[in-house]
Each structure stands twice: as structure tokens, then as C-alpha cells.
């Protein structure tokens, strides 16, 4: 995947009507009019989030007859699930020596509290 295509998804995610709009066609194909319904927009403003979807690759939109329906296109999620997946393995090699650290410094640490207690 390209940086710039990376950049294109990213963008498309960072609006929560976007956001919603997946999270809605994940549970099934729908009509752009469909899809308005729980905001408070109409549907041109639908449209208009659709095609920035569209441009991302993240949903498809066929005809069927006067019906337009949406569907989800989830190949885009897994290529950004596995750019994000570098960085999950960068924090958990970084929590396990901070715990490994933490671990080695423990016994020290008893012994320094132990000692202040008898006094």
C-alpha cells in the first residue's frame, strides 16, 4: 500500500459520520436514503461522506434499478490493521522490558521497604 493511499483512508476514518457510516453497512447493504435516517442530514450530505468512502475504497455502490445500494469494502480495514500491527509489537516489546525491569528492581525495592519498618 502507498503512503498517499494510507493517507487517502486515514482521512476518510477521521470523520465519526464516516466512521458511523461503516459501522453501519458492516451489519449489511443499504440504501443511501437508508443511511441518512439516524443523522440529521440529508441525504446529499450522505452522499457526499459516500464518496469520500468511495475514494478510500472502503465502500462500493451498485444500481439496482432506482435503488443505489452501499455495501461495505473491508480490504482497505485489514491493510490498515496491518500497517497499526508494527506499532501493537513496538508496545508490547516495550511493556515487556519495562516489566522484565520492573521485576529486577522488585526484590531491591522489598528489601529497601523491609529495612525501614525494624527502624
Known amino acids: 500500500m502507498t503512503g498517499d493511499h ?14 458511523a457510516i461503516l459501522a453501519r453497512l458492516a451489519s449489511g447493504e443499504t440504501s443511501v436514503s437508508e443511511l441518512a435516517r439516524p443523522f440529521s442530514l440529508r441525504a446529499p450530505t450522505i452522499t457526499k461522506h459516500l464518496k469520500v468512502l468511495e475514494h478510500a475504497g472502503l465502500v462500493r455502490r ?10 461495505l469494502e473491508a480490504a482497505p480495514l485489514k491493510e490498515v490493521t496491518e ?10 516489546r516495550s511493556m515487556s522490558r ?5 521485576a529486577a528492581m522488585e526484590p531491591e525495592g522489598k528489601k529497601k521497604h523491609a529495612r525501614k519498618k525494624r527502624n
Do not use: G, V
Not at 6 to 19: C, E, G, K, Y
Not at 62 to 71: D, E, G, I, K, L
Not at 83 to 92: A, H, I, K, M, V
Not at 98 to 102: E, F, Q, S, T
Open 98 to 102: 519495562l516489566d522484565n525491569y520492573l
Open 6 to 19: 494510507l493517507s487517502t483512508i486515514f482521512s476518510a476514518l477521521s470523520d465519526p459520520t464516516r466512521r
Open 83 to 92: 500497517w497499526l500491527e508494527q506499532y501493537r509489537q513496538f508496545w508490547t
Open 62 to 71: 451498485s444500481r439496482q434499478a432506482q435503488r443505489r445500494p452501499c455495501r
